[in-house]
T-cell receptor, first 113, second 115 residues
Framework: AQTVTQSQPEMSVQEAETVTLSCTYDTSESDYYLFWYKQPPSRQMILVIR??????QNATENRFSVNFQKAAKSFSLKISDSQLGDAAMYFC??????????FGKGTRLHILP | DTGVSQDPRHKITKRGQNVTFRCDPISEHNRLYWYRQTLGQGPEFLTY????????KSRLLSDRFSAERPKGSFSTLEIQRTEQGDSAMYLC?????????????FGPGTRLTVT
């Protein structure tokens, strides 16, 4: 069975600095998809960034980028120029072609002004 | 588009009572998903629908749980004979297609507290 592990329950970063959230996963499949979701306090979960496993190029979305290492089964999220609005729970997620999404336990990110 | 909505947002019930939650997906989204999120955990898949057909149910969905999507639009999730272990946030999400790379849009969730 596939698993997703986020080893950092909480992290803090100074406003305007860069922070990297870690995620590892375990799978025997070769075709899958990886996601980072953001869940702000008392607000809806939203998709931050996604990566197709067959693509070697790392995905980027404005200040958000990933470091996808397929062989190491690692999928970290880098947030550049951190802003107060980035404070949230961040979930790493894995999706195989059978359509189930498997989420990690999350990393709570604090932004220090 | 107003996004995915869920009702109620909060529900407090006594152990043994039945509860029903509603999810209204984004209009014209074919796929609708239910997840459960307990404190300190990520969401866990419960079940999903393609239009009105329920295609998969997780082992987490015991016999006390039932979900429907009668006309392929809104969905309901019912829990019978609630237990304290059912206390959680129940999330609904929808997507336009079933493509694996397709974004799932989440609702605000229904927080259930069983006393």
């Amino acid at each position: 069975a596939q698993t997703v592990t986020q080893s950092q329950p909480e992290m803090s970063v100074q406003e305007a600095e860069t922070v990297t959230l870690s995620c590892t996963y375990d799978t025997s499949e070769s075709d899958y998809y990886l996601f980072w979701y953001k869940q702000p306090p008392s607000r809806q979960m939203i998709l931050v960034i996604r990566q197709e496993a067959y693509k070697q190029q790392n995905a980027t979305e404005n200040r958000f980028s990933v470091n996808f290492q397929k062989a190491a089964k690692s999928f970290s999220l880098k947030i550049s120029d951190s802003q107060l609005g980035d404070a949230a729970m961040y979930f790493c997620a894995y999706r195989s072609r059978d359509d189930k999404i498997i989420f990690g336990k999350g990393t709570r990110l604090h932004i220090l002004p | 588009d107003t996004g995915v909505s869920q009702d109620p947002r909060h529900k407090i019930t006594k152990r043994g009572q039945n509860v029903t939650f509603r999810c209204d997906p984004i209009s014209e989204h074919n796929r609708l998903y239910w997840y459960r999120q307990t404190l300190g955990q990520g969401p866990e898949f419960l079940t999903y629908f393609q239009n009105e057909a329920q295609l998969e149910k997780s082992r987490l969905l015991s016999d006390r749980f039932s979900a429907e999507r009668p006309k392929g639009s809104f969905s309901t999730l019912e829990i019978q004979r609630t237990e304290q272990g059912d206390s959680a946030m129940y999330l609904c999400a929808s997507s336009s297609t079933g493509a694996p790379f397709d974004e799932q849009y989440f609702g605000p969730g229904t927080r259930l507290t069983v006393t």
